[in-house]
């Protein structure tokens, strides 16, 4: 069981409270990859933290990776890998850093080869073949034993046409593990959809690839092993107006719970019409109760709905014509236990401080009971 430690909630979960008996690998994030070729923190107490966090995890036996890039930070990946001395540079930087923190491995979050991610991201059709080559001499210059893992789409990189590669056994011989970035699948929106689907299960969606069953497929067809496959798990989920009663093309609920006093909720933001919200903000806020017999439901005057087709549960408020997509503890269970039928290495949740809160860690818990880990 894995997770992603933000640089920016330090000041929220101290590295020195991570619970590391829930946790193999923590990915301290981000480093983000400069024009120079160099690598940069976004938070003035970025190296404190990720020092810190390492002590810890080595105090118990556990591992720490350095994050580099995410869907800010992938600017300069493509323009990097595509020169041999900027790519050797960049390597290099790596490889210093790896030493400079005690870092037992490396991940890659490119967001994404060969597709236009975030605006002014650099964009190449040479971009997965450069990355590969980028990975052949990363893994050449770490020390032998470093962990090399790479956060990916929901299906392989993209190839010189635009589609999909249907071969990557290339990548899989060089890394460690992917992870299947299977959230952010559908944002805020007026229709809302779910923002991390287990699988297509009522056979209706609009994006029918995009879900946890046909993710894994498409890598292990594209020749990534089942064993260097784990699944992304979201700790947050999307805030939204909308007086919408089912998610976009999935079928109509078939359980509410009782809400209680109306609240109108903020995203992390602080802003009430749309952007993510975490899993602990939820809860904070009083969206999120626990019943009498242990279950997180609506509050606040939300209701909690499940919604059968996607295996996950959304918050609606007629009061504010508010609504929230997101995972709870039952549906990141189904993932847990998906992850365990599936044989594949595990489950990675993004992001540890967004199921902190402040005395248990209900998501990663379910995750571990369902993979059968508890």
Not at 144 to 165: K, M, Y
Not at 275 to 282: A, T
Not at 348 to 364: E, R, V
């Amino acid at each position: 069981m894995n997770g992603y430690y933000p640089d920016w909630s330090a000041w929220y979960l101290a590295p020195e409270d991570v619970d590391f008996t829930k946790f193999d690998v923590i990915d301290f994030a981000f480093a983000l990859p400069t024009a120079d070729n160099g690598l940069q923190f976004t938070q003035d107490t970025s190296s404190d933290s990720l020092r810190r966090l390492v002590t810890t995890a080595h105090a118990a036996g556990k591992k720490v990776k350095l994050s580099i890039g995410g869907w800010t930070g992938s600017q300069y990946f493509s323009t990097i890998v595509s020169q041999s001395w900027s790519t050797t540079a960049f390597v290099n930087n790596i490889l210093e850093a790896y030493h400079e923190y005690d870092l037992d491995g490396i991940d890659i979050d490119w967001e994404y080869p060969g597709v236009q991610g975030a605006p002014g991201n650099a964009v190449s059709p040479n971009d997965a073949a450069n990355f590969l080559n980028f990975l052949q001499i990363l893994r050449a210059t770490l020390p032998s034993d470093a962990l090399i893992s790479l956060a990916t789409q929901v299906w392989p990189f993209a190839g010189p046409d635009g589609n999909p590669l249907s071969d990557v056994s290339g990548f899989a011989d060089v890394i460690d593990w992917i992870l299947i970035m299977n959230y952010d699948i559908w944002g805020s929106s007026s229709t809302p959809g779910a923002n991390a689907p287990l699988s297509n299960g009522c056979g209706n969606s609009s994006q029918p690839l995009a879900n946890a069953y046909s993710a894994v497929a498409s890598w292990e067809a594209a020749g990534m092993p089942a064993n260097k496959i784990t699944l992304g798990v979201p700790a947050y989920g999307y805030l939204q107006m909308s007086w919408a009663t089912r998610l976009q093309d999935r079928s109509l609920p078939h359980k509410e719970y009782a809400a209680r006093d109306y609240l109108t909720i903020q995203n992390d933001n602080g802003g009430t019409a749309d952007g993510q919200v975490m899993f602990e903000s939820l809860i904070s806020q009083g969206a999120l109760v626990l019943d009498s017999a242990g279950d997180y439901v609506g509050g606040g005057g939300f209701f909690r709905v499940w919604d059968e087709c996607s295996s996950t549960p959304f918050l609606k408020s007629w009061d504010s014509g508010q609504i929230v997509t997101y995972d709870d503890p039952q549906s990141v269970s189904l993932k847990g236990q998906f992850a365990a039928q599936a044989g594949i290495k595990g489950c990675n949740i993004f992001s540890i401080d967004g199921d902190w809160t402040g005395s248990s860690w209900p998501l990663t818990d379910a995750v571990r009971s369902g993979m059968g880990l508890d």
